[in-house]
């Protein structure tokens, strides 16, 4: 089973830019699904990204959507979040996680649900 490791968070002021980095160890499929969440304390985990990993489409939640990207690192086996324009409201602890992905005629799908391999997850702060 694929183990993750985020790093990266820090604390940024808003309209600044964060990369943060969930590398992969372990038994990896040959093709899976990865996912950035968030969450903040007494709120539930929003999903926020997902790549189709390796070399696959990305989806994006609308709140972030045009202002993060995701990068597949596949020689350091790692998926970088790049995260700019950053906002007050992007403050959390981030999250990568990993499933298998759906199959739908023919055509793997990155649900946004059902994950597993959670991390430890990495802080951002976003604050003037």
């Known amino acids: 089973q694929v183990q993750l490791t985020e790093s990266g968070g820090d604390s940024v002021q808003p309209g600044g830019s964060l990369a943060l980095s969930c590398a992969t160890s372990?038994?990896?499929?040959?093709?899976?699904?990865l996912a950035w969440f968030r969450q903040t304390p007494g709120k539930e985990r929003e999903w926020i990204a997902t790549?189709?990993?390796?070399?696959?489409?990305?989806t994006f939640a609308d709140s972030v959507k045009g202002r993060f990207s995701l990068i597949q690192d596949t020689a350091q086996k790692t998926l970088r979040l790049q995260m700019n324009d950053l906002k007050p409201e992007d403050s959390a602890m981030y999250y990568c996680?990993?499933?298998?992905?759906?199959?739908?005629?023919?055509?793997?799908?990155?649900?946004?649900?059902?994950?597993?391999?959670w991390g430890q997850g990495t802080q951002v702060t976003v604050s003037s």
């Open positions: 996680a990993a499933r298998s992905p759906s199959w739908q005629n023919g055509r793997p799908q990155c649900p946004q649900s059902d994950y597993h391999g």
């Open positions: 372990g038994n990896s499929p040959r093709l899976y699904c």
């Open positions: 790549a189709l990993y390796p070399g696959g489409s990305d």
